[in-house]
């Protein structure tokens, strides 16, 4: 094997003159300790529950599930004007319902509204605490399977006022055998799928038990 000789080195390099010696900085004395201030064991204001709002003057039966609290219909509006007080705008009414602010347009273009929608003097849509309600149900309805044609006639009737009880009953009864129907068919299919989880989990726990 060949041997690696060191390099030589033929040439010394330029002596380094070295810097002037630094002057260290005086020590610094440090601050005293600060010591921290107790805590503060809140009052009782302090910790007082949040203003429920508007939503909360609901009956908790046609709350919506996205209440704004925030929003207060029964608010006067800026400038103190009566036209304002006690309604909401459609941005609001959208935000109280949990619907978009087309779903609302369309709501009214369909005839499913119980009332005419107010306008402001501006001819905005003010949306009263009693449209909310309205249009609550009207969303429960939705969700669960009742068609558009349906929501109209069940709208219809109510405007119509006394009198038509039987047509309603009946409508909303037909309504909830096919909820019913629905709920026991995915009670079934939920079962189905229970089953398959615990054929996979006995297997699982066989092959970690080995």
Not at 81 to 89: K, N, S, V, Y
Request: hydrophobic letters at 40%.
């Amino acid at each position: 094997m060949a041997t690696i000789e060191a390099l030589t080195v033929t040439s010394s390099p330029p002596a380094v003159t070295p810097s002037p010696a630094v002057t260290p900085s005086p020590a610094v004395t440090p601050s005293p300790a600060v010591t921290p201030s107790p805590a503060v064991t809140p009052s009782p204001a302090m910790v007082a529950e949040p203003d429920q709002g508007w939503c909360a003057r609901l009956d908790p039966a046609v709350r919506p599930d996205g209440c704004d609290r925030s929003v207060d219909p029964f608010a006067v509006g800026p400038g103190g004007a009566p036209e304002a007080a006690g309604t909401l705008t459609i941005a609001e009414a959208a935000a109280a319902t949990g619907v978009s602010a087309h779903t609302l347009r369309y709501y009214e273009r369909a005839g499913l509204m119980r009332d005419p929608v107010a306008r402001a003097s501006s001819s905005h849509r003010r949306y009263t605490v009693e449209d909310v309600r309205w249009v609550t149900f009207l969303t429960k309805l939705r969700l669960t399977g009742m068609p558009i044609r349906e929501m109209a006639r069940y709208a219809e009737l109510v405007r119509a006022g006394e009198g038509n009880e039987a047509e309603r009953l009946a409508l909303l009864t037909e309504h909830r055998r096919r909820v019913l129907a629905r709920l026991d068919e995915v009670q079934r299919n939920l079962t189905a799928i229970n089953v398959k989880i615990s054929i996979y989990q006995d297997i699982y726990q066989e092959r970690v038990v080995r």
